[in-house]
């Protein structure tokens, strides 16, 4: 399985405004020395050894996420405004011509989830089919009311492209595909949400974002803690610093410290910090990331849990 990240923001869309911009333009040339600039070679070297912050940006887009398997077929995960970019990229394949078949499962259906929907330009073409899945039994008319006519002015079914919809019940193993299987559990956080493990070939990858896990819910972890131990990738809701997530209790999110403890005891492979709060810029998100590995080493010096933060256009494959 392959999995690309779209839309890695919570809650908000939130990019690099202009002042950023200059930031990241002034810290780099306040770094470089003559030798960095000589010519194309010593620029990339010189760009590469840049914090992640200074050379790039984690992106500002809401969530989404693909995964392919091994035949290559498309599952979505979620429509956030990350989804339009996917989209444009999907209209150079076999969804630009009106041929097109992908899943697409939905945890919840609050805003920062579906807001790209109407502007995902493979939607239209009559021919394309798009499967949505989801343990919410309502995940049709939901999505109609997104296209009332007093919040968009193009309703749901103007939309040609075939569209059915799938509820699974909870902890239902289901298939996607002829490789992967899947099935749901449900997460804490305001309205409801459901976290998703797809398995293919022995490999797995776990979605769980806005998935509130805090001190009272590590209490009485052990009941999740089967459902994720062994995943190859764990994609995990870390919105919020752990002295922030004491502060916003029922809010919905965790925190990279409470994430790094539930990978370890559920001894995960890879984890990856995701859903990073808006008012996050890309150097406090270079450090909330330094801060989690320096957690990781104090519990786990020598493990071999891999931390990432995720980032638009970023690809893991299992």
């Not at 996420?65 to 979620?78: M, Y």
């Not at 041929?99 to 009559?126: N, R, S």
């Not at 539930?262 to 270079?286: Q, T, W």
Request: charged share 25%; hydrophobic share 40%; with cysteine.
């Amino acid at each position: 399985m392959k999995i690309k990240f779209w839309g890695v923001r919570g809650s908000i869309g939130s990019p690099i405004r202009p002042e950023g911009v200059k930031q990241k333009v002034e810290k780099i040339l306040s770094l470089a020395s003559p030798t960095d600039i000589q010519n194309e070679q010593s620029i990339l070297r010189f760009l590469d050894s840049l914090s992640f912050s200074a050379s790039s940006t984690y992106g500002g887009n809401t969530t989404c996420v693909e995964i392919r398997d091994k035949d290559d077929n498309l599952i979505i995960i979620d429509g956030g405004t990350g989804l339009r970019e996917l989209g444009n990229q999907m209209m150079s394949t076999e969804f630009g011509k009106g041929v097109g078949h992908a899943y697409w499962i939905l945890t919840h259906t609050h805003w920062d989830h579906i807001q790209g929907i109407p502007f995902f330009v493979p939607l239209f073409l009559p021919g394309n089919h798009f499967e949505f899945i989801s343990s919410l039994p309502d995940i049709e008319p939901r999505l109609e009311h997104q296209f009332v006519f007093t919040h968009f002015p193009v309703s749901f079914d103007h939309y040609a492209a075939k569209k059915t919809f799938r509820y699974i019940e909870e902890g239902e193993v289901f298939s996607l595909g002829s490789h992967i299987k899947a099935f749901s559990k449900a997460v804490r956080h305001p309205g409801g949400s459901y976290s998703y493990r797809f398995t293919e070939d022995g490999k797995t990858i776990i979605f769980a974002s806005d998935a509130e896990f805090n001190l009272e819910e590590m209490e009485n972890i052990d009941i999740y803690i089967d459902y994720f131990t062994g995943a190859d990738v764990l994609v995990f809701d870390t919105q919020y610093t752990f002295e922030e997530s004491l502060q916003k209790i029922d809010w919905g999110h965790s925190s990279a410290s409470i994430a790094t403890d539930i990978a370890l005891r559920a001894k995960v492979k890879k984890l990856v910090m995701f859903h990073h709060d808006p008012s996050y810029d890309d150097e406090k998100l270079d450090l909330v990331y330094l801060r989690a590995l320096k957690y990781k080493e104090m519990f786990d010096p020598h493990g071999a849990l891999e931390i990432i933060m995720a980032y638009e256009s970023l690809e893991i494959e299992v």
